[in-house]
């Protein structure tokens, strides 16, 4: 065992705060990261806070982990010392479900053990993420980034940047493909940049004229502003995906009526309320509602490669740890573009 600082919440009312955890000793089969960056995903907020219920504490944040490789168990094959590593939002599954059998760990029908607030596959020892010193994690879950990457800006392509690369993969994207992507955010920005870098032609579709300009800088080759019905009708049945990052509210049939016959809307946000979906909207062309949550460990990898070939990264702002607290309140007002990333270094 070895003593690792952090930040830490102690229940859903308080302020993340100084703390000070335990790491397991490196197994046979482990690797040890010194977290030199932890990107801030908005589901930290929601967790710390017990907005989605069966928050665990104290609790360590993080799952946007990236860091150097500091030391490795006697049986690790794939990383040495001084590589440097990630750790995304899982850190094992059973590994022999028919799930995890398909490298789709992250729906592990015995359930997966969380970055944080969880547990390991024991169900008794409790886990920490990425807001801390250091980090132990099995080389099977442990993820090669690449020195071509910006490591602060490559930290949300933990979470942010796999959300949006499992769908526009998922679902083929190509040279040609005509692509909508609903919210320029955190998940947004990073569907912009992967959709255009596949060779997609790229619509931001946004209730906010200001995003325009940002959009276009990204990637985007058009722009449509959702808050005039106008842009319903002018886009009519054009696209043949559609990303759909927000978690505000919103009528999912008017989008539905972009997509072309057979085409399909992929949901990663997170409504508070149900929305309801009129069965025409459906009917009238074969389309497609469905949802994806991150992606599996080679997958993640081949998001991390894909990125390191097209040099994307994230937009982030870089902070010192200690103004955690103030970047969650400033995440509720969205006062970022377009993520925050902790400087652990600060720690």
């Not at 990383?79 to 995890?100: E, I, N, W, Y």
Request: glycine share 10%.
């Amino acid at each position: 065992m070895a003593t690792a600082k952090a930040y830490a919440a102690a229940s859903a009312t308080s302020a993340l705060a100084p703390f000070q955890i335990e790491r397991r000793a490196v197994g046979p089969h482990d690797v040890q990261i010194e977290i030199a960056y932890c990107g801030i995903c908005h589901s930290d907020l929601h967790q710390v806070r017990d907005e989605w219920g069966g928050s665990k504490y104290p609790m360590v944040p993080g799952h946007e982990i990236v860091g150097k490789i500091t030391a490795v168990g006697a049986h690790v094959k794939a990383f040495k010392v001084g590589d440097l590593a990630g750790v995304g939002c899982m850190v094992d599954s059973c590994r022999t479900c028919p799930s995890c059998q398909r490298k789709l760990e992250q729906f592990c029908e015995k359930g997966v053990a969380w970055s944080y607030n969880s547990t390991e596959m024991d169900r008794v020892t409790p886990t920490y993420g990425g807001y801390s010193s250091s980090i132990v994690v099995d080389e099977a879950f442990t993820l090669k980034v690449s020195p071509k990457l910006d490591l602060a800006a490559a930290a949300p392509l933990l979470c942010a940047g796999i959300t949006t690369y499992s769908p526009l993969r998922h679902w083929n994207t190509k040279k040609g493909d005509k692509v909508g992507v609903v919210g320029l955010g955190g998940l947004g920005h990073m569907a912009v940049k992967i959709a255009a870098a596949m060779g997609a032609e790229v619509t931001m579709l946004s209730t906010s004229k200001s995003k325009e300009a940002d959009a276009r800088k990204l990637g985007a080759h058009h722009f449509g502003l959702t808050s005039e019905d106008a842009t319903f009708k002018r886009l009519a049945g054009q696209f043949d995906l559609i990303i759909d990052t927000i978690s505000a509210p919103h009528d999912y049939n008017k989008y539905l009526g972009l997509l072309r016959i057979e085409g399909a809307m992929v949901l990663l946000g997170v409504p508070p309320e149900p929305t309801p979906v009129a069965a025409h909207a459906l009917i009238g062309g074969r389309k497609i509602l469905t949802g994806s949550l991150i992606g599996g460990i080679q997958e993640t990898q081949e998001m991390l490669d894909f990125c390191a070939e097209h040099g994307i990264v994230s937009e982030i702002e870089l902070i010192p740890v200690q103004q955690v607290n103030e970047a969650y309140e400033r995440m509720l007002k969205n006062d970022v573009r377009y993520r925050f990333v902790l400087d652990m270094k600060t720690l």
